[in-house]
């Protein structure tokens, strides 16, 4: 499993923009197909809310990839 620290430059993302930002899924809608399914967990829990706020420190796992979210 890799992690990958994403940067954000505001309080916090969407965890669907999140999934597109880091480049994790392709459109608005696969992501929102992914977290539907429940393959995305936040924080080691799955997530099935589109809009959940993710805040820098926050964790998101996609498949096999992981992804740190950094606030700057």
Do not use: P
Not at 11 to 31: D, H
Not at 45 to 61: D, I, M, N, P, Q
């Amino acid at each position: 499993m890799n992690n990958n620290r994403i940067l954000i430059h505001t309080e916090y993302i969407t965890l669907s923009q999140f999934l597109k930002f880091c480049g994790a899924a392709a459109t608005g809608g696969e992501a929102g197909e992914w977290i539907r399914d429940g393959i995305v967990r936040v924080n080691g829990e799955v997530c099935t809310a589109r809009g959940k706020k993710l805040y820098g420190g926050e964790t998101v796992t996609v498949f096999d990839e992981q992804y740190q979210v950094v606030r700057s």
